[in-house]
């Protein structure tokens, strides 16, 4: 966070997550902590790069304002990630109900008896986030150590024995019912043979 004396900006680095093609936003907060209207401008040193809203205004008395920085899609990666764009950031005292339509440049020239406070903001890429393979996050989650150490091709070999093998084992007691049930037919047959031959006794 930059401290002035009439606003308090945060971030003081303007971070873009770069990707090429892509346009690219980060917000900067402006705290006027003070009880004056304060008027406030935005500059860069590469204009046709960004583009900045509001890029002038006014921040109430105790309040808050948002600016959005938005980077226009880059064809080419910068060498090393690096980047010495910069930013400014004045601001002044304005009159009581000022409005953004009442900003003029005048107000920000030093030369004319204007007490102007400036903040310097740099501009730095980082890298974008990237999100993790939900086919890796399985493998990670489901494996054993064991499993994988040897993911070079036994893994999928015993993933494959041993889906038949869930098989074998569910069917085994179905297989022992159906020969129980048959025992058990065979034994009541036998029974009523046996019952039939006493009544005609």
Known sequence: MSTGELLNIEPVELQFPFELRKQISCSLNLSNKTDNYVAFKVKTTNPKKYCVRPNTGVVLPRSTCNVIVTMQAQKEAPADMQCK????????VASPGAAPKDITPEMFNRESGHRVEESKLRVVYVAPPRPPSPVREGSEEGSSPRASVSENGSLNAAEVTSVPRAHVERH???????????LCFSLVGTFSLGIGILWSL
């Open 85 to 92: 764009d910069k930013f400014l950031l004045q601001s002044v």
């Open 172 to 182: 085994e007691p179905q297989n022992n019912s159906s020969e129980v049930t048959s």
